[in-house]
């Protein structure tokens, strides 16, 4: 499945490197750029994947632009204001999912056995683990970088290549406005958006970036 931008979408990011915006907003399933009276954003959209199992979604960047007035949510929250933005970056990565395995009586017996000792070491319910603990069979979901041999090696029929948002360099930092290993949400931790760019290492070999 091929979810990369149109050039409509190229034209978005390339008004926001040129014209930046008066405010940049984030709210964990999008990011805002607020001209004022319309804005451009970029929202977590779960889309079908090409995959050999039932069900395996592909979480995409999805693009838009809104002629009108942006007006923040209760869990809004501003992340920068009248900043200059000095590179920007579509962020491109490869999707595919290994083959669904069913989990045998004794995996099955292990993963809820260990679930019950974490419950009882720590004294604290885990009503997410326990879910996950119960499942009867899964499989992996991998990203890595489009070019590489990995993506190349995956057969055509069960590839997905998307585009998953932007990378914005402003005042030296780097915000990631892009969908991370297929994950729903932009995740922020502790109101932290700003990324210097040595902690992008770890990350950096496993996206496309292309520059605006």
């Known amino acids: ?7 409509d979408e190229i034209d ?8 930046p915006p008066k405010k940049i907003w984030w709210d ?5 750029f607020d001209y004022g009276d319309f804005y451009f954003q970029i929202e977590c959209v779960s889309e079908i994947a090409d995959t050999q199992n039932k069900s395996n979604e592909a979480i ?13 949510g209760q869990y809004t ?15 491109r990565v490869f999707l595919y999912f290994t083959t669904f395995k069913e989990y045998s009586k004794l995996e099955q017996f292990y993963s ?3 679930q019950k000792v974490k419950t009882l070491i720590t004294g604290k319910k ?5 879910i996950l603990s119960k ?7 991998i990203t890595c970088h489009p070019k590489s041999e990995e993506a190349k090696n995956i057969d055509t029929k069960y590839s997905n290549l998307i585009d998953c948002g932007l990378l914005i360099q402003i005042d030296g930092k780097c915000l990631k406005a892009f969908v991370e290993s297929n994950g729903y949400g932009f995740h922020v931790s502790d109101d932290k958006y700003f990324n210097d760019i040595e902690e992008l290492k770890d990350i950096t070999g496993q996206y496309e970036f292309i520059k605006v």
Not at 1 to 7: A, I, K
Not at 12 to 19: L, M, V
Not at 60 to 72: A, W
């Open 135 to 141: 499942t009867i069979g899964g499989c992996k979901e």
């Open 28 to 32: 964990f399933t999008t990011y805002v």
């Open 60 to 72: 995409i960047g999805k693009f838009t632009k809104h002629l009108e007035i942006y007006v923040p």
């Open 77 to 91: 929250k501003l992340v920068c204001e009248n900043k200059e933005i000095e590179e920007l970056y579509t962020v």
């Open 112 to 114: 809820q056995t260990k």
């Open 12 to 19: 978005f990011a390339r008004h926001i490197k040129t014209n």
């Open 1 to 7: 499945m091929d979810y990369t931008y149109s050039e």
């Open 126 to 130: 885990d009503v997410l683990g326990d």
